[in-house]
């Protein structure tokens, strides 16, 4: 069995340094939204949308709520089949919001060796609804730096 990255969702808040939640892989399967339900039993108590979610309500949308809400969301994207590793890799999804908080990039910086096991890196920021349609701007590369370089562009304030 290939080892898996240290986490399956991993959460930057944006009001204290360090202040993030691992949420490790488990047996119960590959269900982001699980993972996200089971976490809002004990976090986010008082966000009434949030509660609503359910196993059945899609991760992406769980995670843009949450991205909404100034935190950063990184999701394990990998398929843990042997076949699928091989061809593929491991692969992580980061979703920024719209501005970072110096403690949240401070977090980021020391987690940074959480994330170079991957094989793919891709970035989703600047969110907008057009037309009832979630988009945003992508970027997509194979190693760490692609993370790096987009916190260096928040501390300079020329996020694009």
């Not at 047996?27 to 996200?36: E, K, S, T």
């Not at 976090?43 to 100034?70: C, F, K, W």
């Not at 403690?103 to 910086?109: G, H, L």
């Not at 701007?137 to 987009?150: R, Y």
Request: aromatic residues 12%; negative net charge.
């Amino acid at each position: 069995m290939t080892d898996k990255l240290p986490f399956k969702i991993l959460i930057v808040h944006g009001n204290e340094q360090n202040n993030y939640d691992l949420l490790p892989h488990t047996d119960i399967g590959y269900n982001h939204a699980l993972l996200f339900t089971k976490y809002f039993e004990t976090h986010y108590r008082d966000d009434e949308e949030l509660q609503q979610m359910d196993v059945r309500t899609n991760p992406n949308t769980i995670s843009l709520a949450l991205v909404s809400r100034g935190d950063i969301v990184i999701l394990d994207t990998t398929t843990y089949r042997e076949n699928a590793i091989k061809k593929y890799g491991k692969s992580l999804l980061f979703m920024f919001p719209e501005e970072l908080t110096e403690f949240q990039i401070e977090t980021m910086e020391s987690l940074m060796e959480l994330f170079e096991n991957a094989d793919e890196y891709t970035i989703w920021y600047d969110f907008v609804k057009v037309n009832g349609e979630t988009k945003c701007h992508c970027s997509i590369g194979d190693s760490t730096n692609i993370v790096k370089n987009h916190l260096e562009k928040y501390q300079k304030g020329k996020k694009k």
